[in-house]
């Protein structure tokens, strides 16, 4: 079993559309929690960071975690065509990233 | 203009050859990463170093080596005992105390 899981897709919406990505992790000494967005052959970039459960907000990005049911989220609103990335989860327990396959994201517009 | 910079952006190995893939970073962080990026398997650690001089193996390090002579610079080489070294390269870097890491532009890796 890996250590975070995350669902591949690819996932495809249209624009203006609420999109939903999620992970789960395994392991309880989990603590940091990010979002990277990746552009096609590009390097990653962080979205978001967090720590604790509950949510954080930067404008259309909310992050979400769940540390009890061990599941992260990232909602997108108003979906843009330029969102249409890979989005990875990370999660920290020190100084190493755990990464989630990535899922592959599509905003048609 | 501060960042993470990695060379070359595409590379080619013939069999048997060592290569060597560049990376550098003006952001004075004090940690380096490099990862491989393989479709359907994110982002796998290959070797980290904390501190200039000193560095760790990571999940996949073996037919890979590293070092560390520079703060700024964490150079990774391919050697001909990878049998499989066709993958996106990405270079990160933090800051001591920081989870978050930050990531070069990577370098994709074909081989003849």
């Known amino acids: 079993q890996k250590e975070v899981e995350q669902d591949p897709g690819p996932l495809s919406v249209p624009e203006g559309a609420i999109v939903s990505l999620n992970c789960t992790y395994s392991?309880?000494?989990?603590?940091?929690f990010m979002w990277y967005r990746q552009y096609s052959r590009k390097g990653p970039e962080l979205l978001m960071y967090?720590?604790?459960?509950g949510n954080k907000e930067d404008g259309r990005f909310t992050a979400q975690v769940d540390k009890s049911s061990k599941y992260i989220s990232l909602f997108i609103r108003d979906s843009q065509p330029s969102d249409s990335a890979t989005y990875l989860c990370?999660?920290?327990?020190?100084?190493?990233?755990?990464f989630g396959e990535g899922t592959q994201l599509t905003v048609n517009p | 203009d501060g960042g993470i910079t990695q060379s070359p952006k595409y590379l080619f190995r013939k069999e048997g050859q060592n290569v060597t893939l560049s990376c550098e970073q003006n952001?004075?962080?004090?940690?380096m990463y490099w990862y491989r990026q393989d479709p359907g398997q994110g982002l796998r650690l290959i070797y980290y170093?904390?501190?200039?001089?000193?560095?760790q193996k990571g999940d996949i390090a073996e037919g890979y080596s590293v070092s560390r002579e520079k703060k700024e610079s964490f150079p990774l080489t391919v050697t001909s005992a990878q049998k499989n070294p066709t993958a996106f390269y990405l270079c990160?870097?933090?800051?001591?105390?920081?989870?978050?890491?930050?990531f070069g532009p990577g370098t994709r890796l074909l081989v003849l």
């Open positions: 990370a999660i920290s327990s020190g100084s190493r990233l755990t």
């Open positions: 392991n309880s000494a989990f603590q940091y």
């Open positions: 967090t720590y604790s459960s």
């Open positions: 952001l004075n962080h004090d940690a």
């Open positions: 170093s904390q501190i200039v001089n000193d560095f």
């Open positions: 990160a870097s933090s800051q001591q105390g920081s989870e978050t890491q930050y």
